[in-house]
């Protein structure tokens, strides 16, 4: 079975743009930061995907973590906001 995280790099290797936002300006970050997805966050991070940018309310993906409370989504994150250390090999979470 297909991890989703396999999934987001096989769609963006096939064109489908993770810089695109929802009407209240989420990108696939956001989405994956709300549902404590930590493999998509970090397949994201490691194509390039904005993962600082804030919504029409301000919130980026690393506040929508905290409001969800996906704190293993937050240590991904470290101490510095936007960056999302990426872990090499199989054995992400999805």
Do not use: N
């Not at 929802?22 to 956001?30: I, Q, R």
């Not at 690393?62 to 409370?69: D, H, Q, S, W």
């Amino acid at each position: 079975m297909m991890r989703l995280s396999e999934l987001v790099k096989l769609l963006v290797d096939h064109g489908a743009r993770h810089c695109l936002r929802s009407d209240v300006g989420w990108t696939p970050a956001h989405f994956a930061a709300e549902s404590g997805r930590l493999g998509v966050l970090r397949t994201l991070h490691s194509l390039h995907a904005a993962m600082d940018a804030a919504d029409l309310f301000g919130d980026t993906p690393k506040r929508l973590a905290e409001i969800y409370g996906h704190h293993d989504s937050l240590q991904a994150w470290g101490g510095v906001a936007g960056e999302l250390p990426v872990r090499e090999g199989p054995g992400g979470v999805d």
